[in-house]
């Protein structure tokens, strides 16, 4: 019988990569949001190792790099509305699903911890992420106070009032190596500042100000201050990581600011903040 799995997608605000010798600590600290715009996977006993994305088989260096670490075959179909590379911790959503899934489908005797070990290897192996795995596997919006996967790792939660939503406008693709090959010694001072800053205030709207203060050190706001400055009045906040918008808002102002948006020609993916993380449910 096939297995469904569902992985929130994850926009990290603000970071600090940390490298080492092992891959196990190595990842990052920071801070993000996951949100109920999911990966859905539906997997299946096989004796190939095959991965379709939205009825596309995908082929992608973190997948190339987890398919050695996985003993048995598996046949996934994922789903999402998401698009790769845009910064929605996509790549690490697939590592994860798939490395859950095929744990289960096989019959592994390996904990769900293992499992999603062996997905932040292949991320970090692939250079396509550093600290999603274990953001998507707890879920929440969550601050990494140690590096690592699950087990490893450590992440703390905050709480939001759930009903705060989420609005994100995906602005096109930008790869995850040069995103890291720009990061300085400066940018983690201020991420470690951060970091010390939103654990002595833990709320959304620290949050999303820090986030907003150190994304701007990468990417260019022009373009998301200029299309926002009609509403801005409006919105709890926003920041852009990667190329990826993420906007919060009441929810009684969500449906005039995804009219707003959609009017403008943008694609718009709404949710909340997923507090469960990775789940697996039954696919009848």
């Known amino acids: 019988m096939p297995i469904k799995i569902k992985v929130p997608l994850h926009i990290t605000g603000f970071w600090k990569p940390v490298y080492t010798s092992n891959d196990l600590y190595t990842g990052s600290i920071g801070a993000g949001v996951n949100i109920t715009q999911y990966l859905v996977l539906i997997a299946r006993k096989s004796k190939e ?17 987890l398919y050695p670490l996985l003993r048995h075959g598996v046949e996934v179909d994922a789903y999402t509305s998401a698009p790769l590379g845009a910064g929605y911790g996509l790549s690490a959503a697939i590592a994860l699903g798939l490395s859950l ?3 289960i489908i096989n019959k592994e005797r390996i904990t769900l911890e293992d ?45 939001v009032d759930p009903m705060i939503r989420v609005v994100t406008v995906p602005l096109g693709r930008m790869d995850t190596s040069l995103m890291l090959q720009k990061y300085s010694s400066r940018h983690a001072r201020i991420a470690i500042e951060c970091i010390r ?38 919105l709890i906040g926003y920041y852009v990581k990667k190329r990826v918008l993420t906007i919060f808002v009441e929810q009684d102002r969500l449906g005039d600011i995804e009219d707003y948006l959609r009017d403008k020609g943008y694609n718009v993916l709404s949710g909340r903040i997923d507090y469960s993380g990775v789940r697996i449910e039954d696919t009848a």
Do not use: M
């Not at 190792?49 to 790099?65: D, H, M, Q, S």
């Not at 999603?116 to 991320?123: D, G, K, L, Q």
């Not at 949050?207 to 907003?212: Q, R, W």
């Open 49 to 65: 190792k095959v991965f379709r994305l939205n009825n596309k088989v995908l082929t992608i260096k973190t997948l190339e790099n």
């Open 101 to 103: 899934a095929s744990t």
């Open 115 to 159: 499992a999603a070990t062996r997905a932040h290897i292949a991320e970090v192996r692939a250079g396509t992420g550093l600290g999603d795995v274990i953001a998507e596997y707890y879920g929440g919006l969550e601050v990494r106070v140690k590096p690592g996967p699950p087990g490893i790792g450590c992440v703390v939660k905050i709480p």
């Open 197 to 234: 800053e939103l654990l002595r205030n833990p709320s959304l709207e620290s949050f999303i100000e820090l986030s907003n203060r150190f994304s701007r050190q990468f990417f260019d706001y022009r373009h998301a201050d200029n299309l926002l400055a009609p509403i801005h009045r409006y």
